[in-house]
């Protein structure tokens, strides 16, 4: 099972990106699917999930600004972010855990990297 992000680069401030991460492998089922960032010199830091299209959390710090996305059929999760600000550089993981066997077990997408300019 691997988790394979993209969509990052460089965008103005005020921009948007939409970032991208898709699981494949032996899949049986995925329970909820979120995206992480760590700025530098910084601690990876949560910024938002998804269960269900009515279930989503956000961090304080992105909430009204970016919204997650899952399709449900293609094992991908999204991250619509809009405008974006200087403090929202980052290298952003996607994370899911995914029942592949006889455990869940949770998995790391490699970063994919935003930068914000001013």
């Known amino acids: 099972v691997q988790l394979q992000a993209s969509g990052g680069g460089l965008v103005q401030r005020g921009g948007s990106l939409r970032l991208s991460c898709a699981a494949s492998?032996?899949?049986?089922?995925?329970?909820?699917m979120a995206w992480y960032r760590q700025a530098p010199g910084k601690q990876r830091e949560f910024v938002a999930d998804?269960?269900?299209?009515?279930?989503?959390r956000y961090s304080d710090s992105v909430k009204g600004r970016f919204t997650i996305s899952r399709d449900f059929a293609e094992n991908t999760v999204y991250l619509q972010m809009t405008g974006l600000q200087p403090e929202d550089t980052a290298n952003y993981y996607c994370?899911?855990?995914?029942?592949?066997?006889?455990?869940?077990?949770?998995?790391w997408g490699q970063g994919t990297l935003v930068t914000v300019s001013s």
């Open positions: 998804i269960i269900s299209p009515d279930n989503q």
């Open positions: 492998g032996s899949i049986i089922t995925i329970n909820a």
């Open positions: 994370h899911a855990n995914i029942h592949s066997g006889a455990f869940v077990d949770a998995y």
